[in-house]
């Protein structure tokens, strides 16, 4: 390569131009930020993913300064992307951060909360709880906006994050939230999915009363008292009150469960599970008075 594009000449180069000097009393930023850009673009073609990186979040600080919040978030989200190829997850999570930020400040929120998307996909399974925390934000920015529309996918990830980690009460909380934001933008059928989902995530967690609970709450919609998802909750929670295992077993492989997201389908096919089979077994054999509001 030539020296005039040798990118570690252009990184120089362009380091000497943001540097105050006796002789220089201003950054030179806009010729400093293309030498940069060019560098980046270099080092990212030649594979050298360490000093891409570097250079797109100089790249990014000089947009920044060259007041183009558009152009430095972009790339700050190539210094990310080069930092999950890297495994640096802390700085994966920091970048797109700062990424959804400089969005943000151009009033662009659906890119911010994409920006927040694809840090957490990439943390799944490194860092679970950033994951979440990123994805909550996500789907806070856009529900401000009143974007509702645009959030599912979203809800769908945190939900089956969640799942993995085994924290059901978690799960069930943001499909509720989820069937709340359907609702908001007239998505009844996703709605009623959204509830029915909730309720098999309590049965699965073994958290019959819950179920139960929620069930009731669902029942002062009127959309998912007489939708599929409706009548099918209804159906799987009187099974469990009776202990029929074989009817809880049909109910779990019909047409409606299988229609719901597949995180939701391979719990559901699992079901009954055995404990809470056996407690509602027990509570019915013996008549125990603690249960007696599940008796309906």
């Known amino acids: 390569m030539a020296s005039s594009t040798d990118p570690d000449k252009l990184i120089a180069k362009a380091d000497k131009l943001t540097k105050l000097t006796l002789t220089r009393w201003s950054a030179d930023w806009r010729?400093?930020?293309?030498?940069?850009?060019?560098?980046?673009?270099?080092?990212?073609?030649?594979?050298?993913?360490e000093k891409a990186k570097v250079a797109f979040e100089k790249a990014s600080k000089g947009q920044e300064m060259l007041a183009s919040s558009w152009d430095a978030a972009k790339h700050m989200e190539?210094?990310?992307?080069?930092a999950m190829e890297l495994s640096i997850w802390n700085e994966v999570a920091d970048f797109y951060k700062r990424a959804a930020e400089l969005y943000n400040e151009c009033g662009r929120s659906q890119p911010a909360s994409d920006a927040l998307a694809k840090g957490a996909r990439a943390l799944e399974d490194a860092q679970p709880d950033q994951a979440i925390a990123m994805y909550t934000d996500a789907i806070s920015l856009l529900e401000e906006d009143g974007k509702e529309n645009m959030v599912f996918d979203l809800y769908r990830a945190i939900t089956n994050v969640y799942i993995k980690l085994e924290k059901y009460t978690d799960a069930a909380t943001f499909l509720l939230r989820w069937a709340v934001a359907a609702n908001k933008c007239n998505a009844f059928h996703s709605?009623?999915?959204?509830?029915?989902?909730?309720?098999?995530?309590?049965?699965?967690?073994h958290d019959y009363k819950q179920a139960e609970q929620c069930y009731?709450?669902?029942?002062?919609?009127?959309t998912f008292m007489s939708s599929d998802q409706g009548h099918c909750a209804s159906q799987l929670l009187s099974a469990y009150r009776e202990a029929d295992v074989e009817e809880?077993?049909?109910?779990?492989?019909?047409?409606?469960?299988s229609n719901l997201d597949h995180m939701i389908i391979r719990i559901a096919r699992k079901l009954p599970t055995g404990e809470l089979v056996a407690m509602e077994i027990n509570s019915l054999e013996q008549g125990d008075p603690l249960d007696e509001d599940d008796l309906t």
């Not at 509830?195 to 699965?204: D, N, Q, R, T």
């Not at 009731?216 to 009127?222: A, L, P």
């Not at 809880?248 to 469960?257: E, G, N, P």
């Open 78 to 82: 190539s210094a990310a992307a080069l």
């Open 31 to 49: 010729n400093a930020t293309e030498y940069y850009e060019q560098a980046a673009t270099a080092f990212r073609f030649a594979k050298k993913h």
């Open 191 to 205: 709605e009623c999915k959204a509830y029915l989902s909730a309720i098999v995530v309590y049965l699965y967690a």
């Open 216 to 222: 009731n709450d669902c029942c002062q919609i009127d």
């Open 248 to 257: 809880v077993k049909r109910i779990a492989k019909s047409s409606t469960i």
